[in-house]
């Protein structure tokens, strides 16, 4: 007898608005008995039917929703999501590198597909999805013709679903190096090892917008990676110095402009805070500081503490701007939300006695849509500030 979930007094407000996830702590009793991972039929206290999805016992969310109707969940449905997801892209001008599925966003929850040229990269990152890879990989075969679909499923969260990390080729050949075309440049992505699936895709409309900051002047990318907002800077400022401290991403920074013949890009492997209060203890100044950390908290309980580390370095960055020059600054925290992330630029703008505004704010590129009626789908936050 398949698994009927049914939720505690006034816990299916949430998800009939539309949010995924149901958590363990939410429900009042389960019924039937089938195996971990099957599809649960999810239910309001007085039995009500609220939606379905695949029920995890190990994992705090029990139950992903992706059915709200009388659909049948089998290949059909996925391969309809999917390709409802990539006709979305197609429409919004994507073609050769992009996120074709965003989890829940795409109503397909903890399945995510990048598309790096000819080569798919898939995470599956939860139990139910897991178990249902096989299918998945023929839909994408189907749909998309790839050279080859390699999963990275290593992400630190399938812990919390009770899985082992996995990473691997699922069909066809994956290269060691997939070039990609980006906002009319080459990138080098490493699939296999890279940061996430290969590539952060998710900022490439914030990397694009900075050219006009960078315009003419000297540029500090801190964090780097692999230069995509160096590279992009360096299209139009004098002098872009990319900054990490892993010399890996700077090896990965001089083959991407050895792509695009850029030639005024100086790599410096560092600290980051360090590098920053080195600078302003040498008088240094600059025309755009770019700030793109790692996230610096993974759940609630770190919130406290990645405010501190965030409002540090966005201080230090605004005294290394030049008068009226700008800082490029982000978060990809979704703990630390917008209210969050504008407060704490604020407060480090009072610190810094410097007059600061905003001219723009952003978030993540379209191919990574975000539900109104589910915050952590929109995490990341960008702002350029002018600073006086």
Known sequence: MAYEVYLKKNEEKRPLAGHSWVYANEVARIEGKDKNGALATVRSFDGRFVGKGYLNHASKILVRLFIRGNEEDGERLWEERIAAAWQLRKKLGYGNCCRVVFGEADDLPALIVDKYADILVVQCLSLGVHLRREMIVRVLVRLFSPKGIYERSDSSVLAKEGLQPEKGVLYGEVPDE??????????????KNGQKTGYFLDQKENRFAIRRYAAGGRV?????NSGGFSLNAALTAKEVIAADISPLALKNVGRNAELNGIANITARCADVFQLLRDYRAAGEKFSLVVLDPPAFCKSAAE???AYRGYKDINLLGMKLVEKGGFLATCSCSQHMTPVLFDKMLAEAAKESGRKVRCLETRSQAPDHPALLNQDETRYLKFSVLQVL
């Open 178 to 191: 997939v070039i990609i075309e980006e906002n009319g440049l080459k990138m080098s992505v490493d699939v």
């Open 220 to 224: 500090l990318d801190c964090f780097c």
């Open 303 to 305: 919130v406290k503490d």
